[in-house]
Nanobody
Framework: QVQLVESGGGLVQPGGSLRLSCAAS????????MGWYRQAPGKQRDLVATITSGGDTSIADSLKGRFTISRDNIKKMVYLQMNGLKPEDTAVYYCNAFRAFDRSTYWGQGTQVTVSS
């Protein structure tokens, strides 16, 4: 079991930046990947970015160049840096932890990001 708590969301103007943080209640070394997903109203939850335990990253094609993911294993934290935000980035952003051997998946409660002028 692990609890994930997201923070850093809020209201930002188009073109602005936000850094989301995900704090894990215990070590994240055992998770094969940590990631961020987002869900806009009335839409499915979509993958934003993942980072493996080895530090390999993957960003959704439409977000490459604007979003980056990183992790700090010592602090048990995962981050999502979002630059050049657009209104269509408005969504609830969720932190995710995945462990392959038992296919365990954990979610945070989400943090709202609103991009509007």
């Amino acid at each position: 079991q692990v609890q994930l708590v997201e923070s850093g969301g809020g209201l930002v103007q188009p073109g602005g930046s936000l850094r989301l943080s995900c704090a894990a209640s215990r070590s994240i070394f055992s998770f094969n990947s940590m990631g961020w997903y987002r869900q806009a109203p009335g839409k499915q939850r979509d993958l934003v970015a993942t980072i493996t335990s080895g530090g390999d990253t993957s960003i959704a094609d439409s977000l490459k160049g604007r979003f980056t993911i990183s992790r700090d294993n010592i602090k048990k934290m995962v981050y999502l840096q979002m630059n050049g935000l657009k209104p269509e980035d408005t969504a609830v952003y969720y932190c995710n932890a995945f462990r392959a051997f038992d296919r365990s998946t954990y979610w945070g409660q989400g943090t709202q990001v609103t991009v509007s002028s």
